[in-house]
């Protein structure tokens, strides 16, 4: 048998030619409730080891579920973006809590977005503790810096940015 009448790879490598397996999808009610659980604490926000032990899951729960409670929470995170009000919008600027970004469209968040919204609430701590015009300016630069990574238009940011000063600028 020559070199040229046999496939590159070898006659048995068929799993080079069969389609990829579709992705598992994470499904609740089959999963372990810690599993759940972990996955509920993923969103909202304990990513890290240490972040999951100190929200009440063992190591060994950890290294168990970590990686279907990580596909269940990205699959929460895709269902759970609806668009947000103007008025909710206004107060969470208000607030300015990571965890609680504005969605105006309903869509998740980009890393542009993501990066500027924790600028904007660093930026709002720091004008909480020591309250001086500069501060405020950052503030508003950073809060307009975020909604220009956003899927929003001239309008409504501009409104949300000025309600939002107007309420910063009346706590002197």
């Known amino acids: 048998m020559n070199a040229a009448a046999t496939p590159t790879g070898g006659a048995d490598n068929l799993s080079a ?14 999963m372990h409730p810690r599993a759940v659980e972990l996955a509920i604490a993923i969103r909202e926000g304990a990513t890290t080891f240490r972040a999951m032990i100190n ?26 973006f609806t668009p947000d009000r103007l008025s909710e919008m206004v107060e969470k600027a208000r607030v300015a809590s990571p965890a609680h970004m504005p969605h105006p469209k309903g869509k998740p968040p980009t890393q542009a977005m993501t990066v500027a919204w924790n600028r904007y609430c660093l930026a709002l701590d720091a004008y909480r503790l020591d309250s001086w015009d500069g501060q405020l300016d950052r503030c508003e630069a950073l809060l307009k810096a975020f909604f220009r990574h956003a899927p929003v238009g001239p309008a409504v940011a501009g409104y949300v940015v000025g309600a939002a000063m107007k309420t910063m600028g009346a706590r002197h």
């Open 17 to 30: 030619r069969m389609p990829p397996e579709p992705p598992q999808i994470a499904d609740p009610d089959t």
């Open 55 to 80: 929200a009440g899951f063992t190591s060994e729960e950890i290294k168990d579920f970590h990686e279907p409670a990580t596909a269940l929470a990205r699959t929460f995170l895709a269902e759970t």
